[in-house]
Nanobody, 117 residues
Framework: QVQLVESGGGLVQAGGSLRLSCAAS????????MGWYRQAPGKQRELVAS???????NYADSVKGRFTISRDNAKKILYLQMNSLEPEDTAVYYC???????????WGQGTQVTVSE
């Protein structure tokens, strides 16, 4: 059973930066594809960025050049560095892990990111 705990959210002014972390336990972290998703009020959850077990990254067009996803397999932590934040980035951000063996998706509880004008 994989457990994920996000941290690092908060309130920041437009143009500022935040770094989200997702600590994982259970499973084999290094073999699982990982991702960050977000859900704004009244909107569907959307993929922000993903990183495969071999480090291949993918970003939503809206965050390319501003956000960077990375992983520390030794510490079992997933990161999302967010720069040049915009009010449109306001959402609850969720960490996700896909089991390499079962392809089941696991989710964290989410962390709120609020970007003010």
């Amino acid at each position: 059973q994989v457990q994920l705990v996000e941290s690092g959210g908060g309130l920041v002014q437009a143009g500022g930066s935040l770094r989200l972390s997702c600590a994982a336990s259970g499973g084999i972290f290094s073999l699982n594809d990982m991702g960050w998703y977000r859900q704004a009020p009244g909107k569907q959850r959307e993929l922000v960025a993903s990183i495969s077990s071999i480090g291949r990254t993918n970003y939503a067009d809206s965050v390319k050049g501003r956000f960077t996803i990375s992983r520390d397999n030794a510490k079992k932590i997933l990161y999302l560095q967010m720069n040049s934040l915009e009010p449109e980035d306001t959402a609850v951000y969720y960490c996700s892990s896909r089991s390499y063996r079962t392809l089941r998706d696991y989710w964290g509880q989410g962390t709120q990111v609020t970007v003010s004008e």
